[in-house]
């Protein structure tokens, strides 16, 4: 489900723009930010003879915040979520935080399907972790 102040459908490009306070909710993610562009294919069920739409790519842009159902935050300018592989490019300053641990540098990847995120430095940028101690209880 998304909502925004605004919403245009363009067809013939195959995208569907939102704008304005955008709130995007799936069963394990929010996505909050100004701006939305979905982009779909078309394709046509052979039993029914009747078109669909598929989400190809979901790009995501000012002040991007996303939150999962099972904790952590990540924070950008622009965020790309490319839907079959399960892949978020967060570009614009990103940062990814979990409890009081964080990374951040140029581009940060989040491959969701495996839990794992890739963080890359360009230039001056590097890439910058904090991981703070935990105590182990017995």
């Not at 995120?117 to 935990?134: F, K, N, Q, W, Y």
Request: with cysteine.
């Amino acid at each position: 489900m998304i909502k925004s102040d605004s919403l245009e459908f363009d067809h013939q490009r195959k995208m569907v723009s939102f704008s304005g306070n955008v709130d995007a909710k799936r069963e394990d993610w929010t996505i909050l930010c100004q701006k939305m562009v979905v982009y779909y294919v078309e394709k046509t069920k052979e039993s029914t003879q009747k078109e669909s739409m598929k989400i190809e790519k979901i790009v995501a842009k000012g002040d991007v915040r996303i939150t999962r159902q099972s904790g952590g935050l990540a924070r950008a300018e622009e965020a790309t979520y490319y839907w079959d592989e399960e892949r978020v490019v967060l570009t614009g300053k990103p940062v990814v935080q979990q409890g009081d641990d964080f990374v951040e540098g140029t581009v940060v990847t989040l491959l969701l399907k495996e839990n794992k995120s890739l963080v890359e430095g360009s230039g001056d940028t590097r890439v910058r972790a904090v991981i703070s101690p935990r105590s182990e209880k017995r």
